[in-house]
């Protein structure tokens, strides 16, 4: 007699494929943080790739991005935005971003999430941020510094989720 169990998910994110485009954002930060290795530390990348995962994982981030913030005004933001629309077909490398003039600002993290976030109790919410090795929750708008232009950098591609990289 055999006996065998399987559990249904509603993404179509795979594990491997979570892993792999979460490794490059990991990548992303890292190779900018050899240019400006006073902005965070190796556990802050640590820390964010695991809640990272399960934010993409659970198909809560819309997008993750990265701002860079002088005197409460963010003057740069990288923003890694979670398609599964098949929309991207490339997979570019990582590092090679093209920014500049961060020093002496203050890194910040931000979650746009998903309407499956948004259907969720704070109850599930909780349960949810108690896995994470960081502080989450609601944060206020951005103040963003004029004249920034954002423009379309790299697309990350897995085999069932995309990744879109806007500097």
Not at 50 to 59: L, M, T
Not at 88 to 94: H, R
Not at 135 to 150: E, K, M, N, Q
């Amino acid at each position: 007699m055999s006996y065998s169990s399987s559990t249904t998910r509603t993404s179509t994110a795979t594990w491997s494929c979570v892993r792999y485009l979460n490794d490059k954002i990991a990548s992303d930060l890292d190779y900018l943080r050899t240019f400006y290795p006073n902005l965070y530390s190796e556990t802050d990348i640590e820390h964010w790739k695991h809640d990272f995962y399960n934010w993409i994982f659970e198909g809560y981030a819309r997008s993750i991005k990265l701002q860079f913030s002088r005197n409460g005004t963010c003057i740069c933001e990288i923003e890694w935005e979670v398609r599964d629309d098949g929309s991207i077909s490339s997979d570019d490398n990582v590092g090679k971003l093209r920014i500049k003039g961060i020093d002496g600002t203050t890194p910040f993290i931000r979650i746009e999430t998903t309407e499956k976030w948004a259907a969720l109790t704070q109850e599930q919410r909780n349960e949810f941020y108690r896995e994470m090795k960081r502080s989450w929750g609601p944060v206020g708008a951005t103040v963003y510094a004029d004249g920034l232009i954002r423009v379309y950098d790299k697309q990350y591609s897995g085999a069932d989720l995309l990744i879109n990289q806007k500097l």
